[in-house]
């Protein structure tokens, strides 16, 4: 399943996570969160100190590690999410049931 995961980093702790963000190289980014997820994009606010990643998975064990690994410096949210042509059938589907 596809996974939308924002996050809100807590009040003081931006340059904390980004320091340790911006050290990480791309295979300590995959360890952190693990085989069992795929990361489809991730995008930054740092204006704001917020931001978000979409994601595949099937555990949400692996999700909530992930989420887990962070919780120190911010506050994260997830949801399912559906892509365009998931929504479009699951329309179709309910519509045919009227």
Do not use: Y
Not at 6 to 23: C, E, I, M, N, R
Not at 46 to 60: F, T
């Amino acid at each position: 399943m596809k996974l939308m995961i924002t996050w809100q980093f807590h009040p003081g702790k931006l340059h904390d996570g980004l320091a340790v963000f911006s050290q990480m190289a791309p295979e300590q980014d995959a360890a952190d969160r693990g085989d069992r997820i795929k990361l489809i994009g991730r995008w930054h606010d740092l204006g704001r100190g917020r931001g978000v990643a979409i994601c595949e998975s099937d555990s949400a064990e692996a999700v909530s590690a992930w989420a887990l690994n962070w919780n120190s410096i911010m506050d994260c949210d997830i949801a399912i999410v559906l892509d365009d042509a998931e929504t479009r059938a699951l329309g179709k589907q309910r519509a045919s049931k009227k």
